[in-house]
């Protein structure tokens, strides 16, 4: 993984300790989901859990000012965006 991470330039890395959720930014994605898409719903079976899911994701996926909040909230620096080639 070290060789493949040191081969792309594009690639960030973080190393965090194995539970960490105050340091972990999927932790507040999954914050995020728990207070919106899957709140007070009761699910009929695991598709139903995962269809609700995957439209919660959808909804946050563009949304970079709340992803780069859950970076700033986790102590990491948000991405700059890469000017796209012409």
């Not at 960490?20 to 914050?31: L, R």
């Not at 699910?43 to 949304?63: A, K």
């Amino acid at each position: 993984m070290r060789a493949f991470i040191d081969a792309h330039d594009w690639i960030n890395a973080y190393y965090l300790a194995p539970y960490s959720p105050d340091f972990n930014p999927v932790e507040s994605i999954w914050s995020i989901l728990r207070r919106t898409s899957q709140a007070n719903a009761a699910f009929t079976d695991p598709e139903h859990l995962i269809r609700r899911l995957r439209h919660g994701l959808r909804q946050i996926q563009y949304r970079s000012d709340i992803i780069n909040g859950c970076l700033t909230g986790a102590g990491l620096t948000p991405p700059t965006p890469r000017l796209q080639a012409q």
